[in-house]
């Protein structure tokens, strides 16, 4: 099969609207951290109304040239009213200040997130006094045809916005619905099978933001959508409601459900204390939940060094608990292994805690604490460390952190009381 070249002007996407892009089919890491094994593109588009021209994003700034060849191949830069940038990653704003540049009448729409990042990344007396922010339901008047406004905060950028073209039901989506596959047939009707780099940009990029994502879905499910038009990958205008419908389920809760509360124990043990520490967490959280509702609780060991397996099971638990041993001074490397693999996931409110035994200072158990507070996770209650072999009074600490964690997860902490004494 022979892909064609890529289109030298621009591509007609419906009546008066333009694919103006750049496509980057050799990039093979994308932002350092995302594999791209079939590139990426950067979309940007023109719409135009019969009072002036809209431009929906630029590209990288490398990429610069080719997004002005298509641009000047559909409109002069007088013609320009209006610049929006649906967020500011360098990706699609590279060739924004020579665009503001060359045309001079256009005003640049962001959301009002935008504000504090405009003036970091841009010289402000490129931007001077051509700036406005634009929230949900506001427009940009381009004659006989509007542009519309959707504050989608967070995907992946604070300042991320949608733009509505409802004259022809497009949805500029920004990073949102895209995806890195790069194909010059554009379309998804017409590009080969994407399926795999749709849901991988899905988990590695919005799924840390999947109560906005709902939030976003919200406002696009009632929209009588035709096109959506993303500022990455192919432009979805045959059945672009079944990718919404796919973001939908992937952002879903899906096991239990959010009525059902769920703790995860993880730890590795050395010589079988810290295991045994784990147990006696795992049966204080079982006490709990017997006696005041029901929590599912799980234990896995890590030793075996798994952690992508775990990252679901973490995405979908409200509280996680680690037991690590202290090892020259620092937690066990199966323990960050998984701590490190939480990026990906949304974990902002969840609890956590930590345990572990020790041989000499014990470090484990606060660093661990330390990433989880990192992580956005709350840390209620002081982890429980114990030197060597566990005592009994060790295990009965683990037994209430347990407990109260299955009782927090219930709504029924128990009340602490506070020596007024200690309080300066
Ligand atoms: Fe494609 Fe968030 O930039």
């Not at 610069?64 to 320009?80: N, Q, T, V, W």
């Not at 661990?368 to 600490?397: C, H, M, Q, S, W």
């Amino acid at each position: 099969m022979t892909v064609p070249a890529t289109p030298d002007g621009a591509v007609p996407v419906a009546p008066r609207v333009h694919w103006i892009g750049a496509l980057d089919p050799d990039l093979r890491r994308f932002d350092i951290i995302l594999r791209t094994a079939n590139g990426t593109s950067y979309n940007a588009y023109a719409v135009r109304g019969s009072q002036g021209v809209a431009i929906i994003d630029t590209v990288k700034i490398d990429f610069s040239e080719a997004f002005f060849g298509r641009l000047e191949s559909i409109a002069d830069y007088d013609e320009i009213t209006t610049v929006v940038l649906n967020h500011l990653e360098p990706d699609h704003s590279g060739a924004l200040p020579e665009l503001l540049r060359r045309a001079r009448r256009a005003t640049l729409l962001v959301s009002p997130q935008a504000r504090l990042m405009l003036n970091g990344l841009f010289d402000p007396a490129d931007l001077a006094g051509r700036v406005a922010f634009v929230g949900s339901g506001d427009r940009a008047d381009l004659g006989d045809r509007q542009l519309q406004f959707l504050n989608t905060p967070y995907l992946h950028w604070p300042d991320t916005q949608c733009t509505w073209l409802a004259a022809e039901g497009i949805l500029f989506s920004a990073d949102f619905l895209g995806c890195h596959y790069c194909d010059s047939r554009l379309f998804n009707d017409a590009v080969g099978d994407f399926r795999f780099s749709f849901d991988y940009y899905y988990r590695h990029i919005m799924r840390p933001f999947g109560s906005y994502v709902r939030d976003a879905l919200d406002l696009i499910e009632a929209l009588p959508l035709r096109v959506v038009a993303p500022a990455h990958g192919p432009i979805l205008r045959r059945d672009p409601l079944e990718y919404v419908a796919r973001y939908r389920a992937l952002a879903a809760r899906t096991v239990y459900g959010a009525a059902t509360k769920t703790l995860a124990v993880f730890y590795v043990s050395a010589y079988g204390a810290t295991r045994r520490m784990a147990e006696a967490v795992v049966a204080g959280a079982e006490s709990a939940s017997t006696a005041a509702g029901e929590v599912r609780i799980s234990l896995h060991d890590l030793e075996g060094g798994e952690a992508a397996a775990f990252v679901d099971l973490i995405e979908e638990a409200d509280a996680l608990v680690f037991g690590s041993p202290t090892i020259n001074g620092d937690a066990v490397k199966p323990v960050w292994d998984l701590l490190s693999s939480l990026t990906v996931v949304d974990l902002k409110g969840k609890l956590g805690a930590a345990f572990g035994s020790y041989g000499w200072s014990g470090e484990a158990v606060p660093m661990i604490e330390e990433r989880l507070r990192r992580l956005k996770l709350r840390v209620p209650l002081p982890g429980v460390r114990a030197r060597l072999a566990p005592t009994g009074n060790d295990f009965a600490a683990c037994h209430d952190l347990g407990r109260e964690i299955s009782l927090q997860l219930l709504g029924r902490p128990t009340p602490r009381t506070f020596d007024l004494a200690q309080i300066s």
